[in-house]
């Protein structure tokens, strides 16, 4: 893989001093699990990654000033899944999608449990892919179980985090990622192969993980899945690194080329980055 040839999937600015946390649900970051958009591009320029997708993390809930800020301050460097009230009017939208948004975030854990559940929710999800947007969905077993028939009938575009699973000691026969599985083969759907250390009980070199992402790669093919850090590592307690984090996908990918894949061109197709990379200046 070129230098320069990385985009990074998943990744969170948490700006607690210029963007205020909000209240209610949402995991509200520690004073040391911060990180501004300079700091993140500097960590970028450090480790040869030109670009970034933002996504909204849980403590800001529908404010979504931190990553609108950080596409505006660095130009051109990022895109953005944000989370979005399914009441926005079509103009903010509209609005959203000229700074940069490519999609809206359903993150059932730590936001809404029920933010892909009856009529209000398929209106929304019809909205979204009139935009051409992506459906981005954090879930457990069973609510990939119930959410997946939802997004099936909806037609929109599915980006699955984190592996789309989240207790691996449970084995593959989960039905929740079977269902996880079955989107890739149809299709419809993105995985990010992001965040191992979240589900790894093998820190040191995540190899619980290997059945996993061996079924997502054969289940969503090479141009299917996506690779992310998951940077600042917030709620983590063991720590992480983005050295760390670049070195994970050698284990499922050995082919270069097909790391390539993954770590540049299909987030550069998927989210209308640059198909040539270039140093973008912080």
């Not at 800020?69 to 399914?86: L, N, Q, T």
């Amino acid at each position: 893989m070129a230098e320069n040839r990385i985009i990074d999937a998943h990744a969170h600015i948490i700006d607690p001093a210029k963007f205020p946390l909000t209240d209610g649900p949402g995991y509200k970051p520690l004073p040391h699990e911060t990180g501004t958009s300079e700091e993140f591009c500097a960590v970028l320029d450090a480790h040869g990654v030109t670009h970034g997708l933002l996504v909204q993390p849980s403590g800001y809930g529908y404010d979504n000033s931190a990553l609108l800020d950080a596409m505006a301050r660095h130009p051109g460097r990022f895109k953005a899944i944000a989370v979005v009230d399914p009441e926005t009017p079509e103009r903010e939208l509209a609005g959203f999608a000229r700074q940069g948004v490519v999609g809206v975030r359903f993150n059932l854990l730590s936001h809404r449990a029920d933010a892909l559940e009856g009529p209000r929710a398929e209106s929304f999800l019809a909205r979204l892919k009139e935009l051409d947007w992506f459906a981005q969905v954090f879930a457990d077993d069973a609510q990939w179980q119930a959410v997946v028939p939802v997004l099936r009938r909806s037609g929109i575009k599915v980006l699955v985090d984190h592996f789309g699973v989240r207790d691996p000691a449970a084995g593959l026969s989960q039905p929740g990622f079977a269902a996880v599985l079955a989107l890739g083969r149809e299709g419809r759907a993105t995985v990010k192969l992001s965040a191992p250390f979240r589900l790894s009980s093998r820190p040191e070199d995540f190899a619980d993980l290997d059945p996993f992402a061996d079924a997502l790669i054969t289940a969503f093919g090479v141009e299917g899945c996506v690779w992310g850090s998951d940077w600042p590592f917030i709620n983590f307690p063991r720590g992480f690194s983005y050295d760390a984090a670049l070195r994970a996908p050698k284990r499922w990918l050995g082919d270069p080329a097909q790391r390539g894949m993954v770590m540049w061109s299909n987030a550069a197709r998927l989210f209308g980055f640059p198909e040539q990379p270039s140093r973008i200046a912080p």
